[in-house]
């Protein structure tokens, strides 16, 4: 089963959901995993994109958006589809609704940050994977 965590930046941290994206998916590609960012759209897509390249100066994590890159030889790929179907280890998701194929993934990973409509579609999905029977973690970020 999907382990699903939220991961809330608190009231006065710095950055907003993108950049703690960043953060997870940092993370996850330093412990060996393989990571799918999805985007509801392609302008977020391309925001996220250009995001990775320059968020930290002593940073570098390979990554592209599915279509441009050669997604078996990029550990961090970008979707708006959930292709590739392959990929299944960990989903971060930046679309406010829930994502038909998380259930594939083994972790899938919900950046919110303090923005009301964010925290809002964020509630709304808890409640569904939680409706659903999964287990739901929330960590605050500062």
């Known amino acids: 089963m999907t382990r699903i965590d939220f991961y809330v930046l608190a009231d006065g941290a710095t950055g907003d959901r993108l950049t703690l994206a960043c953060r997870i998916a ?9 990571v799918l960012i ?16 320059t968020w930290r100066e002593d940073s570098f994590l390979p990554h592209g958006l599915v279509g441009e890159t ?35 993934f083994e972790r899938l ?13 964020g509630r709304s999905r808890w409640k569904y994977y939680r409706d659903c029977g999964y287990d739901v973690n929330h960590h605050e970020v500062r």
């Open 109 to 121: 990973c919900e950046p919110l940050d303090q923005d009301p409509l964010i925290l809002k579609a």
């Open 38 to 53: 999805h985007c509801p759209d392609a302008s977020l897509a391309r925001q996220i994109d250009r995001l990775l390249w």
């Open 26 to 34: 940092e993370r996850a590609y330093a412990d060996g995993r393989r």
């Open 70 to 104: 050669d997604a078996a030889l990029t550990p961090v790929l970008i979707s708006t589809d959930g292709e590739p179907a392959a990929e299944d280890q960990v989903l971060i998701n930046l679309s406010p609704e829930v994502p038909e194929f998380f259930a594939r």
